[in-house]
């Protein structure tokens, strides 16, 4: 059974700063996601990740996937208030499997 | 083109009466999958459903049921609901297991 951590669970971070959001998973995955949830929204798709090596960036935003150590991070630069959010990170096997989310709180 | 709608946008019901969520894919999509989210919890997989078949099931209570018509919108059928099945329910449309995308969701509260 596909199981996903993240890490860390709550981020507060200052504006200007950088950051990264990991995501392990247990088995293998054919292609992670990335989402973003604003509160009380649904899930805006951020990213697809479908091979090793894999890397894509958008805006302050930049994702990287690791099939080998099952492992992608989500990685943020000079963060702005505006990214303040609850990211998800989703690896699939036929379905999504969901981690626990890591809620982003930037501070001016 | 419009997106992955979902109805009723919010719900509120009283322990052991039955819900149905209603979620209508976008245009070309043939699968429909649906999730569960919790208060302060990542979604959970409750079905999928792919040409009008069931294609997934994740591991909840045979109180929880759906089903996908001729023209792929989908319904999601709750029985007996209990407090704990308050959460948002999402309904995420694909091509097949690929690039889902996910309507605004129903927000259930049981009373």
């Known amino acids: 059974e596909l199981k996903v951590e993240q890490n860390p669970l709550f981020l507060s971070m200052q504006e200007g700063k950088n950051y990264t959001i990991y995501c392990n998973y247990s088995?293998?995955?054919?292609?992670l996601y990335w989402y973003r949830q604003d509160p009380g929204k649904s899930l805006e798709s951020l990213f697809v990740l479908l091979s090793n090596g894999a890397v894509k960036q958008e805006g302050r935003l930049m994702a990287s996937l690791d099939t080998k150590a099952r492992l992608s991070t989500l990685h943020i630069t000079a963060a702005v208030h505006d990214l303040s959010a609850t990211y998800f990170c989703?690896?699939?096997?036929?379905?999504?499997?969901f981690g626990k989310g890591t809620k982003l709180t930037v501070n001016p | 083109d419009a997106g992955v709608t979902q109805s009723p946008t919010h719900l509120i019901k009283t322990r052991g009466q039955q819900v149905t969520l209603r979620c209508s894919p976008i245009s070309g999509h043939k699968s429909v999958s649906w999730y569960q989210q919790v208060l302060g919890q990542g979604p959970q997989f409750i079905f999928q459903?792919?040409?009008?078949?069931e294609r997934g099931r994740g591991n909840f209570p045979d109180r929880f049921s759906a089903r996908q018509f001729p023209n792929y919108s989908s319904e999601l059928n709750v029985n007996a609901l209990l407090l704990g099945d308050s959460a948002l329910y999402l309904c995420?449309?694909?091509?097949w297991g690929t690039g889902y995308t996910f309507g605004s969701g129903t927000r259930l509260t049981v009373v």
């Open positions: 459903y792919y040409e009008k078949e």
């Open positions: 995420a449309s694909s091509l």
């Open positions: 088995t293998t995955s054919d292609r």
């Open positions: 989703a690896p699939s096997s036929e379905k999504l499997v």
